[in-house]
C-alpha cells in the first residue's frame, strides 16, 4: 500500500502548493532521509545466539531499533517510484509516455542489476563485514542519486510547460475542428 499512499501525498502536496517542482522536491527530500537512515540500521550492532527464537531476538533492544530504523528507511524509499513516474508522464507527450517510462524503468533496472553484480562482489571481497560494507556502498550511490534530481530540478518546469503549450495548441485544434 506504500506506493498509493506516496502518491497521494504528492498530489496533496502538489494542490496546497501549486509548484511544478513540488514533486522533484519531495523525491530529493525522501532521498536525503532514507539515504542515511538505512546507514544508520546496518551500523546498528545486534547479535542473536545461534539458536535463538523469533521471541529472543524480537527482545533484544538493539534489534528492535534496527529493525523500527531500516522499515522507516524502506516505507520512505518506496515514495520515490509513484512519484517518479507521475513526474515522467506529465513532461513526455502522450504518444511518447509509455517509451519514456519504460526507458527510464529500463535504466533502474539495469542500475539495480549492476548495484547487485557490485554488492555481491563486495560482500565475498570484504567477508565476513561484506554485507556491511555493500549497504555502506548503497548508501553513498543513493547519495549520488540525489544529483541526478538536483538536475531535474533545472529542467523539468521548463519540460513541463512545452508538454502543456504543446497539449495546448492540439486541443485549441480539436475545437477549431469541432466548430466546423
Known amino acids: 500500500i506504500r506506493p498509493p499512499i506516496w502518491g497521494k501525498v504528492a498530489d496533496k502536496v502538489y494542490e496546497r502548493t501549486q509548484d511544478d517542482l513540488s514533486k522533484i522536491k519531495i523525491c530529493l527530500a525522501i ?87 557490485f554488492a555481491g562482489r563486495i560482500i565475498v571481497i570484504y567477508a565476513p563485514n561484506g554485507y556491511t560494507i555493500a549497504f555502506i556502498f548503497a548508501v553513498i550511490a543513493g547519495l549520488f542519486n540525489i544529483a541526478t534530481w538536483a538536475l531535474a530540478l533545472r529542467y523539468y518546469r521548463d519540460d513541463k510547460a512545452f508538454i502543456d503549450k504543446v497539449l495546448e495548441s492540439r486541443a485549441d485544434e480539436l475545437i477549431k475542428k469541432a466548430d466546423i
Open 31 to 117: 532521498l536525503v532521509v532514507y539515504s542515511p537512515l538505512f546507514l544508520i540500521a546496518i551500523l546498528i550492532p545486534w547479535k542473536a545466539a545461534p539458536n535463538a527464537s523469533i521471541g529472543d531476538v524480537l527482545a533484544n533492544p538493539a534489534f528492535v531499533i534496527f529493525l523500527i530504523t531500516l522499515l522507516i528507511a524502506f516505507f520512505l524509499s518506496s515514495g520515490i517510484q509513484p512519484i517518479w513516474q507521475s513526474a515522467i508522464s506529465e513532461i513526455n507527450l502522450p504518444e511518447h509516455r509509455a517509451t519514456s517510462y519504460q526507458f527510464a524503468n529500463f535504466i533502474d533496472q539495469v542500475g539495480v542489476a549492476v548495484g547487485a553484480l
